[in-house]
Structures are given as structure tokens and as C-alpha cells.
């Protein structure tokens, strides 16, 4: 199982850092990744990490403003958040998957999904 945590509430301009604990064995062949969904609209990607390497992908939407890491120890998966804006407004999900890539369809493994809420 996958626990994302550390939504809330944040002005405009803020930061937040979500983290993603994962219940089982993470293998080292495994991408984590993150994404969300605003009401309205469809899940979009965010960002991916490998398990077993610094290799990461980001969307071109965020990637001057959040960073994905990961603590193998702690089997979590982070993701930073800075700079916030209302439009990030969305449910924030964490997901396993062995595909290196921005597709929901190859992750196969979900978190709960953790709110996050920017005031203007």
C-alpha cells in the first residue's frame, strides 16, 4: 500500500512537501511517481522518479517549481512543492509502477490521495 500525506491549506507563493510511504517492498527496478487531479478535470502527471537512480521526469507545468525525491530507507517518495499557485489546487496522488513514464496506465499501484488547497 501507498499513504500520501502533507496536503493542506497554503497561501499563494507558498511551499508544501508531500510524502508518500509505501507499506511493502519498493524493488529496485520501480518508478514511483506522482499526480493530480483538480475537480473538473482529468488525473494529470507531475513528476517520476527511479527507485534505483537519480533519473526523473517532470511536467513542463512544474518542473521550475517542484522537485520528486525519494529516501530509500524510509521506502518514501517526496514531492516539494514550491511557489504554489490556485490553479495546483487538486487531490495529489503517489503511485508505484515498473514503466518509466508519464502515463497513469503504467502505474499499478495508487496512494489515497492527499489534499492540497492554495488561497489566492
Known amino acids: 500500500q501507498l499513504q500520501a500525506s502533507g496536503g493542506g491549506l497554503v497561501q499563494a507563493g507558498g511551499s508544501l512537501r508531500l510524502s508518500c510511504t509505501a507499506s511493502?517492498?519498493?524493488?529496485?527496478?520501480?518508478?514511483m511517481g506522482w499526480f493530480r487531479q483538480a475537480p473538473g478535470n482529468e488525473r494529470e502527471f507531475l513528476a517520476a522518479?527511479?527507485?534505483?537512480?537519480?533519473?526523473?521526469l517532470y511536467a513542463d507545468s512544474v518542473k521550475s517549481r517542484f522537485t520528486i525525491s525519494r529516501d530509500n530507507r524510509k521506502n518514501t517518495l517526496y514531492l516539494q512543492m514550491n511557489s504554489l499557485k490556485p490553479e495546483d489546487t487538486a487531490v495529489y496522488y503517489c503511485?508505484?509502477?515498473?514503466?518509466?513514464?508519464?502515463?497513469?496506465?503504467?502505474?499499478?499501484?495508487w496512494g489515497q490521495g492527499t489534499l492540497v488547497t492554495v488561497s489566492s
Open positions: 522518479i527511479r527507485w534505483n537512480r537519480d533519473s526523473t
Open positions: 511493502g517492498r519498493i524493488y529496485s527496478s520501480s518508478v
Open positions: 503511485a508505484k509502477g515498473i514503466q518509466y513514464s508519464t502515463q497513469q496506465y503504467d502505474y499499478n499501484l
